[in-house]
């Protein structure tokens, strides 16, 4: 009877054996998949999405980067590697959230046995878009259509630096690189030995300080290495703001600008670069940019450009034994100084020589480049016509004039921010609500005068609306002739 039992339970343990080594064997194999496709470190899924995110959008922190922008490299590299810089850009921007992201590239063998990668666009930041290919490149401005061998799909991009605003984008055209030879490519009317590049002045352009922060900056950030051996291509050129800037762009390229959208040629280049890169807001970022250039810099092209000789101000003024020069921009429509005469009387008996001048879109870039560069101290409300720091000389002094309403946020942005890198010293000049025609138009109980930052919340229309387009100043003549001579103060002694 024992041994009959024994004999059956000897199955059992068997069977309770097999299913206990299956069930280890389970979990080995499930330990090893979760170590090698599911850790985290952070322990929520979210926490590592978090991550992810944050590691896509750190661009370019450091100048080892990997993931330079193409063509960016050292001047005397950018003829020899921009190829394989690209290649390097390309695997180095397929990081999950990413705007767009790159294919693997499939290397061919481009000149002097160096690997070439295939085309790529990608974002340089979250403003602007770089495409870059080189090979057979035909653009066919009429169509929009630029046709790259060595690619397997199309790419679409607007070359203007504003990719965050979509009012601005709605006026930029766009291009699309073509593959070659699955598309029927037209042949080519006019061949170029040097790179194209492609930007556009669309969106906001012809309003001054667009003109810098989303074309000309960017444009000097993305070109200059070529040292002028670069072909420029506009999209939706105005001719007048061609005009307007041709000098400076003769500083960048040895060649007239091709209005490409209205052109009747095809034009052939061993290489293409689509859209200029964007740093900061009329700001270049040394770490970042090729050559390591600064602001600086691109306040040094304007000097040439322009031929404005006088690098640095004084309390001495233009002469060294003078008078220091106070240029007051006025403004025809709101943000108006509502006592301007007695503004610049002020100043006079303070010591300075005054000058007034208000800039528009027809004003000759020229004479008002040198009118700004002979200036010590510039005054004026916030708005575009501030833009014209870039020409003030080193040492020189800027006032903005911040209307009432909270806005020192837009203010420090545009204006304050930028100043240092250009090495001009800032100040402003906080209207208080006795000073602002507002308080004629509300009642003195009104959100607009009680509550700023309420209306901030209404969104960007509202406090437009409020505080930039319906406001005038009438400067306190007593804070200004001490905001004139701290100002005095601050200029270098002869």
């Known amino acids: 009877m024992k041994s009959s039992l024994r004999s059956r339970q000897e199955p059992r343990r068997v069977s309770n054996g097999v299913i206990i080594g299956a069930m280890l064997l389970s979990l080995c194999v499930l330990s090893i998949v979760k170590a090698r496709y599911c850790a985290t470190p952070f322990g929520k899924a979210e926490d590592q999405l978090q991550e992810q995110m944050n590691s896509s959008i750190r661009m370019e922190p450091e100048e080892s980067s990997p993931a330079r922008t193409p063509g960016e490299e050292e001047p005397e590299e950018e003829e020899e590697d921009g190829a394989s810089a690209t290649t390097s850009a390309s695997a180095a921007t397929t990081t999950p959230a990413v705007m767009k992201t790159t294919p693997t590239a499939v290397p061919t063998t481009g000149g002097k046995g160096k690997p070439r990668a295939k085309p790529t666009c990608y974002m340089t930041s979250k403003r602007s878009e770089r495409c870059d290919a080189s090979g057979d490149i035909r653009v066919d401005g009429n169509r929009s259509a630029i046709y790259v061998s060595g690619i397997d799909r199309e ?32 042949a080519c009317t006019r061949n170029h030995s040097v790179p194209g590049f492609l930007f556009s002045n669309g969106g906001f352009s012809g309003n001054l300080y667009h003109d810098y922060t989303d074309v000309l900056v960017p444009l000097f950030i993305s070109t200059h290495q070529f040292r002028g051996r670069v072909q420029f291509l506009l999209s939706g050129m105005k001719p007048w703001w061609v005009g307007k800037f041709t000098p ?16 009747q040629e095809v034009h052939c280049f061993p290489r293409i670069v689509v859209g200029a890169t964007f740093h900061k807001d009329m700001g270049v970022d040394p770490r970042r940019s090729p050559g390591h250039v600064s602001v600086v810099d691109f306040k040094r092209a304007l000097r040439r450009a322009f031929g404005l000789e006088r690098e640095a101000a004084s309390r001495g003024g233009v002469t060294g034994h003078g008078k220091p020069r106070l240029l007051i921009i006025s403004r025809r429509g709101s943000r108006r100084f509502l006592n301007e005469r007695e503004m610049a009387r002020a100043a006079a008996d303070a010591g300075f020589e005054v000058r007034l001048a208000e800039p528009d879109q027809h004003t000759d870039m020229a004479t008002f480049a040198a009118l700004v560069n002979s200036a010590d101290v510039m005054v004026g409300v916030h708005g575009a016509g501030l833009t014209n720091m870039v020409f003030l000389p080193r040492g020189a002094v800027l006032i903005q004039v911040v209307p009432f309403g909270g806005l020192e946020w837009l203010t420090s942005v545009t204006f304050k921010d930028p100043a240092a890198d250009m090495e001009v010293s800032y100040m402003d000049y906080n209207v208080k609500l006795e000073e602002s025609s507002l308080i004629d138009q509300y009642p003195r109980n009104h959100q607009v005068l009680t509550d700023p930052y309420a209306v901030h919340k209404q969104g960007w229309d509202a406090l437009k609306t409020a505080y930039l387009d319906k406001q005038n100043i009438r400067m306190d003549l007593d804070r200004f002739r001490a905001t004139l001579r701290e100002a005095m103060n601050r200029l270098p002694a002869p």
């Open 155 to 186: 790419w679409k991009t607007k070359p203007y630096a504003r990719y965050h605003d979509p009012v601005a984008m709605a006026h930029v055209r766009e291009y699309t690189l073509k593959p070659l030879p699955a598309a029927p490519a037209p």
């Open 248 to 263: 400076f762009f003769r500083q960048l390229t040895k060649y007239d600008v091709i209005d490409v959208d209205n052109d």
